[in-house]
């Protein structure tokens, strides 16, 4: 089935987009100080964020702007109830940006010169959660946990890795594509704007379930996941192990990739027959939902 484009007209031939504006955020009727007074116990705070750095390495590179947003969220329901406070801020990292950053991000050298995060109150926000969230938390999380004591000790949830776009006929995962088809876009590439993307994503219905795209990844990231990697496989198996969405990790120079505890048993089946053709020779890590997207994870 297709993904029934938002915005598509009746006789499909045109698609409207609405630039994202706070009007456009659609919280429960039911949600007002008398209902959260007695169901306090549904009522979640995340943090979600997203970072723009000089590069793609947390360990060489700097994060020149953060920006934050808090949600209060059902737990039940996945349904966002409310947007709370946020913070934005610049980092001069000493160095020239590329023009590629610069141009990716609209930042220039000049907006980045004597500023500096305040990360003492990122710190007060991120502790004042019970989860954080991010696009791709695999490239956030590492350069977030670098600056920020709360971040470490925290679950964080990826709408990237841990909704299945693949599955709900959309093709790509990328936050500005699902904004198109989800009828909305944002002009600017800039941290608070993307997190604002994403929120406004999240809150919006999965069509194939009826509940809000959060629901989703909240099931996912509260569960461990288990690192699963082909050991010594065969060069000629390369496009067997790309195909069922293994990735080639170059520090342990193998294929791996995240799997549920449910499914490893068929995924060690898999390997058996169609990588090693004989004994699984792989090998399988757990990682507790806390260090989920950690970067030695």
Same mark, same amino acid.
């Given at each position: 089935?297709?993904?029934? $484009?938002?915005?598509?007209?009746?006789?499909?031939?045109?698609?409207?987009?609405?630039?994202?504006?706070?009007?456009?955020?659609?919280?429960?009727? =039911?949600?007002?100080?008398?209902?959260?007074?007695?169901?306090?116990?549904? %009522?979640?705070?995340?943090?979600?964020?997203?970072?723009?750095?000089?590069?793609?390495?947390?360990?060489?590179?700097?994060?020149?702007?953060?920006?934050?947003?808090?949600?209060?969220?059902?737990?039940?329901?996945?349904?966002?109830?409310?947007?709370?406070?946020?913070?934005?801020?610049?980092?001069?990292?000493?160095?020239?940006?590329?023009?590629?950053? #610069?141009?990716?991000?609209?930042?220039?050298?000049?907006?980045?010169?004597?500023? #500096?995060?305040?990360?003492?109150?990122?710190?007060?926000?991120?502790?004042?959660?019970?989860?954080?969230?991010?696009?791709?938390?695999?490239?956030?999380?590492?350069?977030?946990?670098?600056?920020?004591?709360?971040?470490?000790?925290? %679950? $964080?949830?990826?709408?990237?890795?841990? %909704?299945? $776009?693949?599955?709900?006929?959309?093709?790509?995962?990328?936050?500005?594509?699902?904004?198109?088809?989800?009828?909305?876009?944002?002009?600017?590439?800039?941290?608070?704007?993307?997190?604002?993307?994403?929120? =406004?994503?999240?809150?919006?219905?999965?069509?194939?379930?009826?509940?809000? =795209?959060?629901?989703?990844?909240?099931?996912?990231?509260?569960?461990?996941?288990?690192?699963?990697?082909?050991?010594?496989?065969?060069?000629?198996?390369?496009?067997?192990?790309?195909?069922?969405?293994?990735?080639?990790?170059?520090?342990?120079?193998?294929?791996? #990739?995240?799997?549920?505890?449910?499914?490893?048993?068929?995924?060690?089946?898999?390997? #058996?027959?169609?990588?090693?053709?004989?004994?699984?020779?792989?090998?399988?890590?757990? %990682?507790?939902?806390?260090?989920?997207?950690?970067?030695?994870?």
């Amino acid at each position: 089935m297709a993904f029934q $484009w938002i915005g598509k007209s009746a006789d499909g031939n045109t698609v409207t987009l609405h630039k994202l504006n706070p009007s456009m955020f659609r919280f429960p009727a =039911y949600f007002n100080a008398d209902w959260a007074k007695q169901n306090a116990e549904l %009522i979640r705070k995340a943090a979600v964020v997203d970072v723009e750095t000089t590069g793609l390495s947390y360990e060489d590179d700097q994060i020149i702007e953060i920006g934050v947003r808090l949600i209060k969220f059902n737990r039940s329901t996945g349904e966002i109830l409310a947007l709370e406070q946020t913070y934005s801020g610049f980092q001069d990292p000493g160095i020239p940006l590329s023009e590629e950053v #610069k141009e990716l991000t609209g930042i220039t050298d000049e907006m980045l010169k004597g500023q #500096k995060i305040d990360w003492s109150q990122v710190n007060g926000l991120l502790e004042s959660t019970q989860i954080v969230i991010a696009h791709n938390a695999g490239f956030d999380r590492p350069f977030i946990d670098r600056m920020c004591e709360a971040s470490r000790s925290k %679950i $964080w949830g990826c709408s990237l890795k841990q %909704i299945d $776009w693949s599955v709900k006929a959309l093709p790509s995962q990328k936050l500005d594509i699902l904004s198109v088809f989800h009828g909305f876009f944002n002009d600017s590439h800039r941290a608070l704007s993307d997190v604002d993307s994403l929120v =406004y994503l999240l809150s919006l219905k999965d069509q194939t379930i009826g509940s809000p =795209y959060l629901l989703e990844m909240l099931n996912l990231a509260k569960k461990p996941s288990v690192h699963i990697q082909a050991v010594g496989a065969a060069f000629d198996t390369k496009d067997l192990l790309k195909a069922r969405n293994y990735r080639w990790d170059a520090d342990a120079r193998c294929w791996s #990739k995240g799997i549920t505890p449910e499914e490893l048993e068929a995924e060690i089946e898999w390997m #058996k027959e169609e990588i090693y053709h004989g004994a699984f020779r792989g090998k399988y890590t757990e %990682i507790a939902p806390v260090d989920l997207f950690k970067a030695n994870a």
